[in-house]
């Protein structure tokens, strides 16, 4: 396959498209061989958790970054994962304030993440592309193989949690992913209060359920905004959609996390939400969430 036109210039990591068969070697033999690496690199993990949804605009990458930033507070520092497997959109190194940093190189061909703030290990598109304007323009097979390189040659270590943000739907990336991660945990689907959430997020939990990967639960996100000021709140979206659909397919409700204008701006400078204020409702909101998440693990 020809990827000279779409690939991302200067990139040193890209999708391997096979080898070229001889005498010794069989047709398979380096896709067998990347398999054993993949199997071998997650079996150092402990939970994998996809995080999902069934359409854009629910926040699913901030939850996602404040996710591992809450759970290696809790107990998980330098243990703690994050997998941006958005090909064409990634941001989770803006919000972990990792823009312009590059995977390093190790021995046998392997990569090592990136490590930010609270030791979290991050691997991104991003981090391949030269800049800010460069697009990726790849079909489903270079997504594909992008993703299963990213699982198997990375020097991922010993984690104890690997969150993989994807992008919304039910597309190529999220598929290859519920596919290609061995005993995959569950997934974690964040949705909004709205009526259009609800709608569109019942098509994930029957995502998950059709490929057998199990529902962690459902996050309702924007859930009400708490004024900072007379701390009265106020329903900009509506409120309880994610506990209702949770209700009505018999799901597990992981909690409601509340707007809070901080988070756009810390997320935008590069700090998680929760690393910043630990006072605050929205913080106590992932608190829970996280209590609810070990418990459903059954993480002691």
């Known amino acids: 396959m020809n990827t000279e036109k779409t690939?991302?210039?200067n990139c040193e990591f890209k999708p391997k498209t096979g080898s070229t068969p001889t005498a010794h070697t069989a047709p398979t033999s380096a896709a067998t061989e990347q398999e054993q690496r993949l199997k071998t690199q997650m079996s150092k993990i402990k939970h994998k958790i996809a995080i999902i949804s069934g359409k854009g605009g629910v926040g699913k990458s901030t939850v996602t970054v404040n996710l591992a930033a809450a759970f290696a507070l809790h107990g998980h520092k330098d243990k703690v994962g994050v997998?941006?497997?958005?090909?064409?959109?990634?941001?989770?190194?803006?919000?972990?304030g990792l823009k312009g940093h590059k995977l390093?190189?190790?021995?046998?061909?392997?990569l090592f993440p990136v490590t930010g703030k609270q030791g979290i290990k991050v691997v991104?598109?991003?981090?391949?592309?030269?800049?800010?304007?460069?697009?990726?323009?790849?079909?489903g097979p270079l997504k594909m193989r992008i993703i299963q390189q990213f699982l198997a040659d990375i020097t991922w270590g010993d984690l104890d949690f690997l969150f993989v943000d994807l992008p919304p739907g039910t597309g190529d990336e999220p598929l290859s992913v519920m596919q290609l991660i061995p005993e995959i945990d569950g997934v974690i689907i964040v949705t909004m209060p709205s009526e259009v959430s609800q709608a569109?997020?019942?098509?994930?939990?029957?995502?998950?359920?059709?490929?057998?990967?199990?529902?962690?639960?459902?996050?309702?996100?924007?859930?009400?905004?708490?004024?900072?000021e007379c701390g009265a709140k106020l329903d900009i979206f509506k409120t309880g959609g994610g506990k209702r659909v949770a209700e009505d397919l018999s799901v597990?409700?992981?909690?409601?996390?509340?707007?809070?204008?901080?988070?756009?701006?810390?997320?935008?400078?590069?700090?998680?939400?929760?690393?910043?204020?630990?006072?605050?409702?929205t913080v106590k909101a992932f608190t829970e969430i996280v209590t609810n998440i070990r418990q459903f693990l059954k993480v002691t």
Request: proline residues 14%; aromatic residues 6%.
């Open 104 to 110: 390093m190189g190790g021995p046998g061909g392997m």
């Open 83 to 96: 997998l941006d497997a958005d090909i064409h959109g990634p941001c989770v190194p803006k919000m972990l």
């Open 124 to 139: 991104s598109m991003d981090f391949l592309l030269p800049n800010d304007e460069a697009p990726v323009i790849w079909r």
């Open 252 to 281: 597990p409700y992981l909690g409601k996390i509340p707007i809070d204008p901080a988070v756009c701006i810390d997320s935008d400078s590069g700090t998680p939400f929760v690393a910043q204020n630990p006072g605050s409702p």
């Open 200 to 228: 569109v997020v019942k098509k994930a939990i029957s995502f998950a359920k059709q490929l057998g990967v199990p529902v962690i639960g459902i996050i309702e996100n924007m859930s009400g905004f708490i004024c900072p």
């Open 7 to 9: 690939e991302p210039k």
